[in-house]
């Protein structure tokens, strides 16, 4: 298969990772235990789940766009 058909290149693929796995923490940060009816965790307002994680994750959706937007260089010069 000739690779001047394939739409992305190797870097579009590396890239689309590490902004999958940025996004991931993201995800990651915002998690942890929740209030119950009967026991409030003031924790779930705290600035990491609040401010932090989500700027984390917009950074890595941006990041993906970036990386679907990137042209791939061509590796043969004639």
């Known amino acids: 298969m000739d690779k001047k058909n394939l739409a992305f290149g190797k870097m579009n693929f590396i890239l689309l ?18 209030s119950t009816d009967t026991n409030y965790n003031p924790d779930i307002f705290s600035p990491m789940r609040i401010k932090v994680a989500p700027a984390i994750c917009f950074v890595g959706f941006v990041s993906m766009i970036y990386a679907i937007i990137h042209k791939p260089k061509d590796s043969d010069k004639q």
Request: no cysteine.
């Open 17 to 34: 990772a590490i902004s999958m796995a940025i996004v991931i923490l993201g995800f990651v940060l915002m998690s942890g235990a929740g």
